[in-house]
């Protein structure tokens, strides 16, 4: 393992690159032109989405609760919310927030290519200011801001999570620093702020925990019912 530096910020593979390669090859059903062209332009300008196996997992999950009304916490240019999108059918409601109104003009255009465009609601700003401003509550809050937020988020999100809704955040791994003593951060204080989300999260009794190892590390939530 090569030691971590500032242009090699993987400390730690969560899950081997030839097992991924292998899950990603599984998928590849799920191609389709607006979406290979939102990959394409994240490999081209280096922005970070959650990729392939992530996004369908993020379908699953929504899915799998029958999830009407998502809320995103950092949308970049709708890459999860695509997933989310299809999740939650012509009825429901996915509301991104980025801070970056380019964003929003991409976002719209990529799921409106690919038909989703009136399932999502995109707001310009600090998602914690127009999450504040939105009410009801929300099957998923979806949180991928900057990583020194996290624990504000989950702070934010977590009483408006339905029951047996669920509380969702890339990056709970951050290329394995979390789980090493010796390593460089991307941004100082981002590392011991994932940190303290994670076991806020695992620590809090109204909330079942799990964190999906796959690519950066997915860490789910779910509201118990009882």
Not at 31 to 59: C, H, Q, S
Not at 149 to 168: C, D, M, T
Not at 199 to 213: G, R, T, Y
């Amino acid at each position: 393992m090569q030691p971590p530096t500032i242009f090699n910020p993987k400390v730690l593979n969560p899950v081997d690159p030839a097992i991924e390669g292998y899950m990603r090859h599984l998928v590849n059903r799920t191609d389709d032109p607006v979406l290979t062209e939102m990959e394409t332009m994240a490999e081209n300008k280096n922005f970070p989405i959650v990729g392939r196996l992530v996004g369908i997992f993020l379908e699953t999950l929504a899915r799998t609760i029958d999830a009407k009304r998502v809320f995103e916490f950092g949308s970049g240019y709708g890459y999860s919310a695509y997933w989310f999108s299809k999740a939650v059918g012509p009825e429901g409601n996915v509301i991104c927030s980025d801070a970056d109104p380019l964003n929003k003009e991409k976002a719209e255009r990529y799921l409106n290519s690919a038909g989703l465009g009136n399932r999502v609601s995109f707001h310009v700003g600090f998602a914690q200011d127009i999450f504040s401003k939105t009410e009801g509550m929300f099957d998923i809050c979806y949180n991928d801001v900057d990583k020194g937020q996290y624990p504000e988020v989950w702070h934010l999100a977590k009483n408006k999570i339905r029951l047996g809704g669920l509380y969702i955040a890339d990056n709970a791994l951050w290329h394995g620093r979390v789980a090493v003593d010796n390593y460089v951060d991307i941004v100082p204080g981002w590392t011991e702020a994932i940190m303290e989300h994670n076991q806020l999260i695992f620590n809090d009794p109204e909330f079942d925990a799990f964190i999906n190892p796959i690519r950066d590390g997915v860490i789910v939530a779910r509201r118990k019912t009882k």
